[in-house]
């Protein structure tokens, strides 16, 4: 495992009276996969959010490799380029190609030239499997394909880390697996991920690190193996009998 590369100290977020996030300490380092587990409303998502600054904190700090996310402006446009997001709901741009889609970013944000983008993008998208979609409109495409298509646009960037908040639970059954895979290979060839799901062949197969995550606050981490047959907490026990049954 190498250096601390996204590093939350003691960050506190409220919505109203609503205490989302309480002083949530948290490492990730680089090459690491740490998978956030836990109850609707515990705020994973909006952990997420924070560390490229959809959400801004109330206090604490949140570092990325070394560098503090600044309030706004051009400095905190580069530095979000640094952390690839891919959602539950693919957020396309519908009335582009696919591999338009994977090329603006590069172009718009970073200044690199279309043929040089367009290379890369076709690269991104064999990787993904769906490098025979690149002049589709996203509509033509299935759920599973369209989140292929989004990893491969949030990879066009060239993170250091990405970020996936349930990237399958809006997916039909048979199209899991083929973004799971997709997400257990970025993860051997040493990408940095912090990811919500629910999975747990993936949490199995591809996370160092499991983080259970209840009523805004961090309550137990564990690696994988650990976390789900030997839980130390109550809320986890209980969190854990529930999704098991299912
Ligand atoms: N913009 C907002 N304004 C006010 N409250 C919010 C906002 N976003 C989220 N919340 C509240 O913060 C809490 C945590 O939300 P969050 O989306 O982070 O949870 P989550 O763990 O991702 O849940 P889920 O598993 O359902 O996705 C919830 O109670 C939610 O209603
Ligand atoms: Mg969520």
Known sequence: MGEPLVVLRDVDK???PLHVLQHIDLTVHRGEVVVIIGPSGSGKSTLCRTINRLETIDSGTITVDGKELPEEGRELARLRADVGMVFQSFNLFAHRTVLDNVTLGPIKAKGVKSSVAKTHARELLDRVGVGDQAAK???????????????????????????FDEPTSALDPEMINEVLDVMVGLARDGMT????THEMGFARSAAHRVVFMDGGQIVEEAD????????????ARDFLSKILTH
């Open 193 to 196: 991920m912090l990811v919500v």
């Open 14 to 16: 409220h919505f109203g």
């Open 137 to 163: 409109l996203p509509a033509q495409l299935s759920g599973g394909q369209q989140q292929r298509v989004a990893i491969a646009r949030a990879l066009a960037m060239d993170p250091k880390v990405m970020l």
């Open 224 to 235: 994988p193996e650990t976390f789900f047959t030997a839980p130390t907490s109550n809320r």
